[in-house]
């Protein structure tokens, strides 16, 4: 038997021994039954850095949560003390995009059965054009599904408006959740119109404008409107202009999840909350030690974290 404390085997998944120390003083293991050799950073977001890991995360906050470019962020941490190059910050977040699959894995946010859905104008790429020197601007659409407290369900990068898109965002919703939601208010755009269909008969579409209208729901009635996306879409929109657009549509995707991650993660004291569980002071060194507990935990179930609402 191999001591319950060190990391699972990345390959296979099987406990390990410890293997010395590397040159540069990281405990090293072996796996007994495949014979994969590991350092103890071995999948976690900080594999192979050279950075300290929380020069890293913090880069990485600052980057994906905030309206700022990779260059405004390299000077903050210059304010600092701290040295990372934007090139360096613009290729971290990706970084932490399976780790945080593992934590809203577990730590599942419970989203609401009301959704709201809309797309975001992306820049993204630009075609050669007779009119204009630089080329004609082509875009993505960054489709996201919100609930009704405005957490993020799930979003898609989607390289044109058209039904399919739709679909696989409102699918992706759908799994992150678990369920199919009583509503989905979405604008007049076309793309909803049989892009909803997906998520089965008992949803029901609603397109909905700036006022709000009543409809019956359960007991009571909601009131439902687009408000609430277009408020999401002024935060995300500064991002997106700070980024000007995304390069290349599947990396942009990554990126986005993990924006999403980080949307939910430090609203409504749910961080503070989960650091809780795991008995981790909320503090910068904390959240780095998070990303490697959540490597050794145990996807298989779920643990509420979220406080009880009434009604
Ligand atoms: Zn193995």
Same mark, same amino acid.
């Given at each position: 038997m191999s001591p319950k404390s060190n990391p699972k085997c990345p390959a296979c998944g099987a406990g390990s021994w410890k293997n010395g120390v590397s040159r540069t003083g990281r405990q090293r293991y072996v796996c007994p039954s495949c014979g994969k050799k590991f350092d103890e +950073?071995?999948?976690?977001?900080?594999?192979?850095?050279?950075?300290?890991e929380r020069d890293v995360l913090m880069a990485t906050v600052l980057y994906v949560k905030y309206p700022l470019s990779s260059y405004q962020v390299e000077e903050i941490l210059e304010l600092f003390g701290i040295e990372a190059s934007a090139r360096q910050i613009e290729r971290w977040?990706? +970084?932490?995009g399976p780790a945080a699959r593992r934590i809203l894995g577990r730590y599942k946010v419970r989203f609401s059965k009301v959704w709201h859905v809309d797309e975001k104008f992306t820049p993204h790429d630009r075609a050669p054009s007779e009119k204009y020197k630089r080329g004609r601007r082509k875009w993505a659409y960054q489709i996201t599904v919100l609930d009704s407290r405005s957490n993020v369900v799930a979003s898609y990068l989607a390289p044109e408006r058209s039904t399919e898109a739709a679909r696989e965002a409102l699918r992706r919703a759908r799994d992150a959740a678990g369920f199919s939601p009583d509503f989905v208010v979405s604008d007049d755009?076309?793309?909803?119109? +049989?892009?909803?269909n997906v998520l089965g008969r008992r949803t029901r579409h609603v397109r909905a404008h700036f006022e709000g209208k009543l409809y019956p729901h359960g007991k009571g009635a909601v009131l439902l409107s687009n408000n609430r996306i277009e408020r999401y879409h002024s935060t995300l929109a500064p991002k997106v202009r700070s980024m000007r657009g995304v390069k290349n549509l599947e990396l942009g995707d990554q990126f986005f999840q993990v924006y999403n991650f980080m949307h939910n993660l430090f609203r409504k004291g749910r961080l503070k909350r989960i650091l809780g569980r795991l008995s981790i002071m909320p503090s910068w060194e904390g959240l780095t030690r998070l990303f490697y507990l959540v490597r050794d935990l145990s996807p298989g179930f779920a643990v509420r974290t979220e406080r009880r609402r009434d009604g």
């Open positions: +950073r071995a999948g976690t977001p900080y594999h192979w850095l050279h950075k300290p977040p990706k +970084r932490f755009c076309f793309i909803y119109d +049989r892009g909803v």
